[in-house]
């Protein structure tokens, strides 16, 4: 080591350096070492039990191997701190021990290049949206040494803090896309767990396969199971027979937004259709239902004078037979529907809507919105009890979006989990400095 490194100065208080920089105890310093920027400081343990674990009986030392680790920058100059070891062997010929390395779990831990201190505070770094790489720039070390630090004790810290699972009383499953690999038919899809009532994610599974989200859900502890009251989905079979058999207590909740998108989709269709057959064509600039289409699809409440003029003026237009109008004002009978505070209203309304768009003489695209309006409408009224909705579940996945794109896309399941969760579960940071990882 000595013939590596040229020594411009060597400390004549290690104590202070060790208060300093160290600061652990039974730790002394050996030297400082300093080469253009290229910064060491080698330490070693006092105090080492000279014992075999095995049998009792006297070690001796056998080795002093130097490992070097990467430490927090000092005034902006990335640090090494080098850690002489101590390889012990026992003495007995008749022990079973052979050899053994001491370790120290605050200098740093096991198969982990960067120092405790270190591996922590870049968890907390890339945990709050850094790029990987930006902070192994600044540690002056690789790629992989900072991201295997950040997903030992990312997962260390996930697995200690538990608030994330005992505080949810409403929880929201859906699907986002993990990886793309060419057309549509090769995505793989994921399933991000959110707890709606509070905002955070809860877990992401690497599949949304029944089986396997159902086996997340019954690996649950049981009162966590009684506790939650209701749970949020998008008109997913899969996810509400996840419901219906793993939480059999708890109220489905159909997102709102998902089936007024429902509606702005059959009213879309509609459109179209009506389009073609009196035009022989698909929407062009200058024909009435195609300059009146994203009129359609906003909010009646939100259209001033003049736009109501002029989607009135284009339907009488591009829509002699007004199935255009009529799926438009089916549209806004379903907002109408959801504005509603009162719950007995609200279900007579949508009574009312269905039997309406199951009307023979209807469009069949608003036959067909009716008939899915059918099938979910208990769990589609459930929202005027709980008013609970999956767009918290959305909006997390926006986040979980934004990980991949600093990332630039992941191909390594458990490193997207844990980035993800780091980011938007809203972890207990304070737990951290706690956390023994050995």
């Known amino acids: 080591m000595t013939n590596k490194f040229q020594s411009t100065f060597v400390h004549r208080d290690p104590i202070g350096i060790v208060a300093a920089l160290v600061g652990l105890k039974d730790v002394r ?17 006092t105090g080492i039990a000279v014992f075999c674990p095995t049998c009792g009986a006297r070690a001796q030392v056998k080795e002093r191997p130097v490992v070097r680790y990467v430490d927090l920058p000092v005034y902006g100059q990335p640090m090494k701190l080098a850690w002489r070891k101590h390889r012990l062997a026992c003495r007995e010929s008749a022990c079973p021990a052979t050899t053994w390395t001491c370790e120290d779990h605050r200098i740093a831990a096991k198969n982990c290049l960067l120092t405790t201190r270190c591996a922590k505070w870049a968890t907390v770094q890339v945990g709050k949206g850094r790029a990987v790489s930006d902070v192994a720039a600044e540690l002056n070390c690789d790629w992989h040494t900072v991201n295997d630090a950040v997903m030992t004790y990312g997962q260390a810290l996930l697995d200690a803090d538990r608030k994330r699972l005992n505080a949810t009383t409403a929880i929201g499953l859906d699907e986002t896309s993990f990886l793309k690999l060419g057309s549509a038919r090769s995505r793989s899809y994921v399933t991000t767990v959110a707890d709606v009532a509070n905002h955070q994610i809860i877990d992401i599974l690497p599949t949304r396969a029944f089986v396997d989200v159902a086996r997340w859900v019954d690996a649950q502890p049981d009162a966590w199971k009684r506790r939650v009251d209701f749970g ?13 058999v793993m939480l059999p207590d708890a109220r489905q909740v159909v997102d709102p937004f998902h089936c007024v998108q429902l509606a702005n989709r059959a009213l879309d269709e509609v459109r179209r259709r009506v389009q073609r057959d009196r035009t022989g064509h698909r929407g062009r600039r200058n024909d009435p239902l195609y300059r009146v289409r994203r009129v359609l699809l906003t909010g009646e409440e939100k259209l001033t004078d003049h736009a109501v003029a002029r989607l009135t003026s284009l339907l009488a237009l591009g829509d002699p037979h007004g199935e255009v109008a009529i799926a438009y004002r089916v549209k806004e009978r379903l907002r109408e529907f959801y504005r509603t505070t009162d719950i007995t209203q609200a279900r007579t309304m949508l009574t009312e809507l269905v039997e309406h768009c199951q009307r023979p003489a209807m469009p069949k695209e608003l036959r067909k919105l009716g008939a899915t309006l059918h099938r979910w409408f208990d769990k589609i009224c459930n929202f005027h009890i709980a008013r609970v909705s999956n767009g918290p579940t959305e909006a997390l996945n926006n986040l979980i979006k934004r990980i991949k794109r600093i990332g630039f896309g992941f191909t390594n399941f458990n490193n997207y989990r844990i980035r993800a969760l780091l980011y938007a579960g809203k972890p207990n940071w304070r737990v951290l400095g706690s956390i023994t990882v050995r």
Do not use: F, G, N
């Open 29 to 45: 310093v050996v030297e400082y070492r300093r080469r253009r920027s290229d910064v060491q400081l080698l330490i070693e343990q």
């Open 232 to 244: 949020a989905l998008d008109m997913s079979a899969t996810y509400a027979a996840v419901y219906s």
